[in-house]
């Protein structure tokens, strides 16, 4: 149903301006910096709805990347719609709003798009009315308590003595769960895992998933991401999770909504392809890669030799260096 709805945006909004690009540019990952003012000056006007991923392109952990936010300002000094769109489930609206001020960001709460804040706006959106068992951080606890839907499972819950003492312990499946919500959680545990496939052994429980992303990238060692928590959940529970971050359009169903925002005319920047770019491609987005986090023109180069029909959603249309390589053709 939502993948129609996405076509027909994507039929209905082309205007001859977009056209020319998708038919010079359409997953092509040419190099913007390389085009001519004329051209690029074009490309701007093209689209009048940016959204774009925040670690790797606006910041990398608590350091603004060069350039960015003047970019950003600069969008929304020029008219276009700005959205900050971010897997990131760790942190609620205010939190993510915080952090944008401190780095200069001038944005607002209602254009940041995070996957906590899109699992409660499903559950509130759908008339949800029970309690929601959350392997996740206080980001989800956050979100859902902005929209009134009662919790609980934050925080560590570690497995005392042995497998015996769980199971045959004072847990039992409470009946008023009816949802459970898996995000990233440093507490993550086999009792926790227990819990969860236990109330999603009822098919009538709702199975949310933040996002997918299998790791955060970091020198010599591999920190576990979100995915993999919630693979480990699906296979326990025997059921897949509907999953709210990118490159799933469902993050996007409460911008189309409430935003009226114009597929054809929206540009999706993002510095890792298997998410973001692949959003764009699921939403009819126009597409741009930036080389400061995840991905990079090398990776680009391997999916167009590929076969995979999944590896040709990867490639953007446009690529840059870096997102403030672009402020000096915004003047
Ligand atoms: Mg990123």
């Known amino acids: 149903m939502i993948r129609l709805f996405f076509k027909n945006q994507r039929q209905n909004s082309l205007d001859p301006l977009v056209r020319t690009f998708r038919k010079m540019y359409s997953q092509t990952a040419t190099e913007l910096n390389k085009l001519s003012n004329n051209e690029i000056g074009a490309w701007l006007k093209s689209f009048d709805t940016v959204l774009t991923d925040c670690d790797g392109v606006l910041w990398i952990y608590n350091n603004a990347i060069d350039g960015a936010p003047d970019v950003i300002n600069r969008f929304k000094e020029i008219g276009k719609k700005v959205f900050f769109i971010t897997n990131n489930s760790t942190k609620s609206r205010p939190e993510f709003l915080e952090k944008c001020k401190m780095l200069n960001f001038r944005m607002v709460e209602e254009e940041i798009i995070s996957t906590a804040w899109a699992a409660a706006k499903y559950l509130q959106n759908r008339n949800f009315q029970k309690k929601v068992y959350v392997?996740?951080?206080?980001?989800?606890?956050?979100?859902?308590?902005?929209?009134g839907i009662p919790y609980e499972g934050i925080g560590p819950d570690v497995l005392t003595g042995n497998l015996q003492?769980?199971?045959?312990?004072?847990?039992?499946?409470?009946?008023?769960?009816?949802?459970?919500?898996?995000?990233?959680?440093?507490h993550f545990s086999f009792p926790k895992l227990f819990k969860a496939a236990s109330y999603l052994d009822n098919p009538d429980?709702?199975?949310?998933?933040?996002?997918?992303?299998?790791?955060?990238?970091?020198?010599?060692?591999?920190?576990?991401?979100?995915g993999s928590i919630v693979?480990?959940?699906?296979?326990?529970?025997?059921?897949?999770?509907?999953?709210?971050?990118?490159?799933?359009?469902?993050?996007?169903?409460?911008?189309?909504?409430?935003?009226?925002?114009?597929?054809?005319?929206?540009?999706?920047?993002?510095?890792?392809?298997?998410?973001?770019?692949?959003?764009?491609?699921?939403?009819?987005?126009?597409?741009?890669?930036?080389?400061?986090?995840?991905?990079?023109?090398?990776?680009?180069?391997?999916?167009?030799k590929s076969v995979d029909p999944n590896d040709k959603k990867r490639i953007p249309d446009l690529y840059l260096p870096s997102l403030g390589d672009l402020l000096k053709y915004m003047s």
Not at 135 to 147: H, P, R
Not at 208 to 224: C, H, L, Q, W, Y
């Open 135 to 147: 392997i996740g951080s206080t980001g989800v606890a956050k979100e859902l308590e902005n929209v």
């Open 205 to 226: 429980c709702i199975f949310i998933a933040t996002n997918t992303d299998e790791r955060f990238p970091m020198s010599g060692k591999v920190i576990p991401g979100t």
């Open 231 to 304: 693979r480990s959940v699906e296979t326990a529970a025997e059921r897949k999770a509907e999953v709210m971050g990118k490159p799933n359009p469902l993050i996007c169903e409460g911008l189309f909504s409430d935003f009226q925002i114009d597929a054809g005319r929206t540009l999706m920047i993002g510095d890792r392809a298997n998410t973001d770019i692949e959003l764009g491609a699921n939403c009819g987005f126009q597409t741009l890669l930036v080389g400061t986090g995840i991905h990079g023109l090398r990776d680009v180069e391997i999916w167009k």
């Open 165 to 186: 003492n769980l199971v045959h312990g004072p847990f039992t499946a409470d009946p008023e769960i009816g949802a459970v919500i898996v995000g990233f959680d440093e």
